[in-house]
Antibody, heavy 124, light 105 residues
Framework: QVQLVESGGGVAQPGRSLRLSCVASGFTFSSPSMHWVRQAPGKGLEWVAGISFDSTNEYYAASVKGRFTISRDNSKNTLYLQLNSLRAEDAGVYYC?????????????????WGQGTLVTVSS | DIQMTQSPSTLSASVGDRVTITCRASQSINIWLAWYQQKPGKAPKLLISKASTLETGVPSRFSGSGSETEFTLTISSLQPDDFATYYCQHYSSYSTFGQGTKVEI
């Protein structure tokens, strides 16, 4: 079965960095796009970034562009999110999510499988 | 940027009620709209894609409709398991979620 397991969350000071990872299993990782979606405490969902199956295309929300970097290693079935210059408003649960795949093809969206999330806290 | 606006923000309902949630896009998004259900402490669950395509395993009491800028999620007969928060999402190169609708007792 499809599994996405995030890690790397924790407490970081404002201005510092964190690197999140998401290990995938149960499907051909090199096929779908992959995404990060975050949720601030008590707030709604915010799409953060997405990367195409072959890493040729990356897209970012305006709120993180220039500070966050999404990447993937298809040989390791792993998705990454590098968070730099962290701000208080970056705190929340970060979910790894798969771009939609049917039995025959994959598309950019929506997100058919999600991880359990990893918590990022930004505090001095 | 395309903005997605959901209404209402909170909805009080009873078991058996018919419930409708609306999602409006700031410009035409064709049918590139999804609906998710999220329960506290859990990841979102995809219910509907392409505005009206029900995902496998999702009960038939859920339905979606709309195109261009106006979309609705309807639950025909609310069940105890349906009390949750629902989000719409326009998915594209730059995806956007609505702010969510909490369905409560």
């Amino acid at each position: 079965q499809v599994q996405l397991v995030e890690s790397g969350g924790g407490v970081a000071q404002p201005g510092r960095s964190l690197r999140l990872s998401c290990v995938a299993s149960g499907f051909t990782f090199s096929s779908p796009s992959m995404h990060w979606v975050r949720q601030a405490p008590g707030k709604g969902l915010e799409w953060v970034a997405g990367i195409s199956f072959d890493s040729t295309n990356e897209y970012y929300a305006a709120s993180v562009k220039g500070r966050f970097t999404i990447s993937r290693d298809n040989s390791k079935n792993t998705l990454y999110l590098q968070l730099n210059s962290l701000r208080a408003e970056d705190a929340g649960v970060y979910y790894c999510a798969r771009g939609y795949c049917s039995s025959t093809s994959c598309s950019w969206g929506p997100h058919d499988y999600w991880g359990q999330g990893t918590l990022v806290t930004v505090s001095s | 940027d395309i903005q997605m606006t959901q209404s209402p923000s909170t909805l009080s309902a009873s078991v058996g009620d018919r419930v409708t949630i609306t999602c409006r896009a700031s410009q035409s998004i064709n049918i590139w709209l999804a609906w998710y259900q999220q329960k506290p402490g859990k990841a979102p669950k995809l219910l509907i894609s392409k505005a009206s395509t029900l995902e496998t395993g999702v009960p038939s009491r859920f339905s979606g409709s709309g195109s261009e800028t106006e979309f609705t999620l309807t639950i025909s007969s609310l069940q105890p398991d349906d009390f949750a928060t629902y989000y719409c999402q326009h998915y594209s190169s730059y995806s956007t979620f609505g702010q969510g609708t909490k369905v409560e007792i």
